[in-house]
């Protein structure tokens, strides 16, 4: 049922909605993980360049955690979705990532 529930409700997208952000070079993933509300983590945003140097400053100036780590923003960037839950070969490096900054 819970996860029926999050099917049909809208995802929450933009960094302004992100508890963690991930960076590799000119890329970056922002996501969202809220215990009782999103089953898995989700990409809420995501993008390079240009586009990435503005999310890197709207998520710096919301305080939400900056985390430099390829081996799990390139796979984000090139197999996620926006709005998509992150895949399970990616949710052990996340949820690490997650439970050391205390956001699970």
């Not at 586009?51 to 799990?72: K, L, W």
């Amino acid at each position: 049922r819970q996860r029926r529930e999050a099917v049909t409700q809208p995802a929450k997208l933009g960094v302004k909605n992100a508890v963690i952000v991930f960076v590799s070079g000119d890329r970056i993933v922002a996501l969202r993980y809220v215990k009782g509300e999103t089953p898995v983590p989700t990409v809420v945003g995501k993008g390079q360049g240009r586009a990435a140097d503005e999310m890197m400053a709207q998520a710096r100036q919301a305080g939400i955690p900056v985390i430099e780590d390829a081996a799990v923003a390139g796979p984000l960037f090139e197999n996620t979705n926006t709005g998509a839950y992150i895949g399970q070969e990616m949710f052990s490096p996340v949820v690490r990532h997650l439970v050391r900054l205390g956001l699970t």
